[in-house]
């Protein structure tokens, strides 16, 4: 009896080992972790080194809302009309809103050839020109497709509202996988900042 259960003690351990070197296994095969971040323009950058000179505006962003199904770090792709994925191993490299913000900031000012740039909250004291107010109401796409970009925004000066839009971007990715689809959502924020800062441009050259 003392061997039997010697026997099934080895057997026991020996059925340990292998699960464990299985799980092991499995756990090393598993993918990484991608991450990503939008980017500013190139051509918002071109702008600035051919025009010499600066419209000294005081631009406010924000505040900036995105649609609720945005809120999560996993990349969302867009499989049908009313149908979403969030990718597993492709995600943000932090706040999506935040990184959002920033690239507007970034090529709105660009656009504008102004330093004064300004994020929402601002304090008391900064005069601000003209505000620009935005709320994303879709932004996904499909990896080898296009990327959509659809927006509300407005520009206020005085807190009055002096241009109130809907626009509506597609973007086609040059190349394929999540890569190719956040530099297409990066060109499709371009548009959207070229759009709004063509409206303050409009406005001020009257």
Request: one cysteine or more.
């Amino acid at each position: 009896k003392k061997i039997m259960l010697t026997k099934k003690s080895f057997v026991l351990i020996l059925a340990n080992v292998v699960l464990a070197l299985l799980i092991g296994g499995c756990i090393g095969k598993s993918q990484p972790t991608r991450f990503y971040t939008l980017t500013s323009t190139v051509e918002a950058q071109k702008l600035v080194k051919e025009s010499s000179a600066s419209s000294n505006l005081a631009i406010g962003i924000g505040p900036v809302k995105l649609a609720d199904y945005l809120a999560k770090s996993r990349i969302v792709t867009r499989i049908a009309e009313n149908k979403i994925d969030q990718a597993e191993f492709d995600q943000w490299s932090g706040s999506l809103k935040n990184n959002i913000i920033n690239v507007l900031a970034d090529n709105i000012g660009s656009f504008l050839n102004t330093e004064k740039i300004f994020v929402h909250p601002w304090r008391s004291f900064i005069s601000i020109d003209y505000q620009i107010i935005v709320e994303i109401i879709r932004f996904d796409g499909e990896p080898g497709n296009q990327a959509t970009l659809e927006a509300r925004w407005m520009v206020l000066k005085d807190k009055s509202i002096i241009d109130n839009k809907r626009s509506s971007i597609q973007e086609t990715t040059d190349t394929d996988g999540y890569a190719g689809l956040v530099a297409a959502q990066s060109r499709a924020l371009g548009k959207l900042s070229l759009e709004i800062a063509q409206s303050i441009s409009a406005v001020t050259m009257k």
